[in-house]
C-alpha cells in the first residue's frame, strides 16, 4: 500500500558553493577530514572558528568520543562553513524526527528492511 508523506522536512538547496561540499555520505570523522581539506583548514583553525577545542574534535573525528549532538555539531559546521546537514549524522537525525510523525511510513520501511526489500532507488509496488 503506498504511503504519502505530507510532512516536508526543509534543507538547504545547496550546501555550499563547492561542489566537493555537497552532502557528504562519509560517517562524521572522514566528513570533517574532506571538508577542512575541501577549505585548506587544519584543526587549530576550526578550533577558532568554533571554539571547540583541538582534543575534542581529534576524539570526534577518531571516535574516542561519539557523534557530535546538534548543537556541538552545528558549531563545528559553521567553523568549517558547511551546513549542518553536509554530515550524514544530522540528516539521519531529522529523517528520524520526520519518520515520528508519519508512522505509517515508518512501519512500511521497517517492514522492507526486516524482509530484505529496501533498496536503491525505492521500488514503488
Same mark, same amino acid.
Given at each position: ?33 574532506? =571538508? ?7 584543526? $587549530?583553525? @576550526? +578550533?577558532?572558528?568554533?571554539? #571547540? /577545542?583541538?582534543?575534542? !574534535? ?26 549542518? =546537514? ?7 537525525? $531529522?529523517? @528520524? +524526527?520526520?519518520?515520528?510523525? #508519519? /508512522?505509517?511510513?515508518? !512501519? ?8 530484505g526489500r529496501l533498496a536503491w532507488p525505492l521500488a514503488s509496488e
Open positions: 500500500m503506498p504511503v504519502t508523506v505530507s510532512r516536508r522536512v526543509a534543507y538547504p538547496a545547496r550546501v555550499s558553493a563547492d561542489p566537493a561540499l555537497e552532502w557528504s555520505i562519509q560517517p562524521f570523522g572522514p566528513a570533517l577530514r574532506a =571538508a577542512l581539506t575541501a577549505r585548506g583548514m587544519s584543526f $587549530r583553525d @576550526l +578550533e577558532s572558528r568554533s571554539l #571547540v /577545542p583541538v582534543g575534542n !574534535l581529534h576524539d570526534h573525528v577518531s571516535g574516542k568520543r561519539g557523534v557530535p549532538g546538534d548543537d556541538l555539531m552545528r558549531r563545528i559546521a559553521e567553523g568549517v562553513g558547511v551546513e549542518p =546537514a553536509y554530515f550524514r549524522e544530522w540528516r539521519e537525525r $531529522r529523517l @528520524l +524526527e520526520a519518520l515520528h510523525g #508519519v /508512522p505509517e511510513l515508518e !512501519l512500511e520501511l521497517s517492514r522492507r528492511v526486516a524482509e
